[in-house]
C-alpha cells in the first residue's frame, strides 16, 4: 500500500495516541518493571546485544532513563495497571533518526535494514529503504546462507529476518546481526555506513561501532541506554507491534519527509 499523505507533527502525535503506538500504551506496568528488573540483574537477553557492565545495576536508575527518554511514568511506587510513552518524545526520535537518515542519503552510504519485529515494524523499515535506494543508497545486501538461533537470516523487501520453519520470527536476539555482519566480513565486503533496526539487530550494530538507530518498545530498555551511553545513535520509543502495521504508515510518511526523502519516492 502507498504511504499516505504526510501529517503535521500535531496531527501525528494524535494519530500515535489514537493507534496507542504512543500515549497510553498495551504494554502493562508489571511488564516494563519485570524487563528493567531483569537488565539490571544482569539478564543477557534483556542487553538487546549491548555490554551493560556493572553500569546499570539499579533498577532505578534503568527507570529514570525509561522516563526521561521513553516518558514512562517516573513514579517507582507505581508497580502495576498503566504505562505510557510520550508521543512528543516519539516525534523528537523520529526527527533525529531523519537527520541521520538524510546524512546518509547525502554521502549516498551503504545501509542495512533489520527486524526482530516482523509483524509491526517490516514495512517500516522496507519503505525507509526504498526512499534511501531512491535517493543514491547501496541498500547493504546480505550474503547467503546465514544461520542463527536455530532459524536462517534471510532478506525479504530488503529487511533482514530470522526464519524458522517457513515463519519470521519475533526475535530479541543479536545474533542474527551478528552472522550477517560477520558474513560480511568473512566475503571482504564493507561494512555498512549505518544500520537501521530495531531489538538485538541495532544493540548488537551498535556494540560493534557502527551507527545504529532503531525503534524499541517501552519494556525495551537496552537501546534506551545504548542511546544515553551514545553507543546507539538514536532510539525512537513507541509500541512496535500495534493492532494493525498499517496504523505506522503516517508515521513513516513523516519521517521520510523530515529525511527529505518523499520527494524520491
Not at 5 to 15: F, I, K, Q
Not at 209 to 219: E, H, P, Q
Request: hydrophobic share 40%; with cysteine.
Amino acid at each position: 500500500m502507498p504511504i499516505p499523505g504526510t501529517p503535521s507533527r500535531a496531527d501525528l502525535v494524535g494519530h500515535l495516541v489514537r493507534t496507542r503506538i504512543a500515549g497510553d500504551v498495551a504494554t502493562p506496568r508489571e511488564n516494563n518493571l519485570s524487563h528493567y528488573r531483569k537488565l539490571a540483574n544482569g539478564d543477557r537477553h534483556y542487553w538487546l546485544g549491548l555490554e551493560l557492565g556493572d553500569r546499570w545495576t539499579d533498577e532505578q536508575d534503568v527507570l529514570a532513563v525509561m522516563a526521561e527518554r521513553c516518558g514512562v511514568i517516573d513514579d517507582p511506587h507505581h508497580r502495576h495497571g498503566q504505562d505510557t510513552i510520550d508521543p512528543e518524545l516519539t516525534v523528537d526520535a523520529l526527527e533525529r533518526m531523519a537527520a541521520r537518515l538524510r546524512k546518509a542519503a547525502v554521502g549516498k552510504q551503504r545501509v542495512l535494514f533489520a527486524t526482530g519485529h516482523p509483524g509491526g515494524l517490516l514495512d517500516v523499515h522496507r519503505a525507509t529503504a526504498d526512499a534511501l535506494r531512491a535517493a543514491g543508497c547501496e541498500i547493504v545486501v546480505i550474503p547467503e546462507g546465514l544461520e542463527a538461533d536455530g532459524g536462517y537470516v534471510w532478506q525479504f523487501a530488503d529487511v533482514a529476518v530470522l526464519e524458522r520453519g517457513a515463519t519470521l520470527w519475533h526475535t530479541h536476539s543479536p545474533e542474527p546481526m551478528a552472522a550477517i555482519l560477520d558474513g560480511l566480513a568473512r566475503e571482504g565486503r564493507p561494512l555498512p555506513d549505518l544500520v537501521v533496526a530495531d531489538h538485538g539487530w541495532a544493540g548488537c550494530a551498535g556494540q560493534r561501532g557502527l551507527d545504529s538507530v532503531g525503534y524499541a518498545d517501552c519494556n525495551d530498555p537496552a537501546l534506551f541506554i545504548g542511546e544515553a551511553e551514545g553507543t546507539v545513535q538514536v532510539t525512537v520509543p513507541l509500541d512496535d507491534h500495534v493492532t494493525s502495521p498499517r496504523h505506522y504508515d503516517p508515521m513513516t510518511a513523516y519521517l521520510l519527509a523530515q529525511a527529505g526523502l518523499t520527494e524520491t519516492m
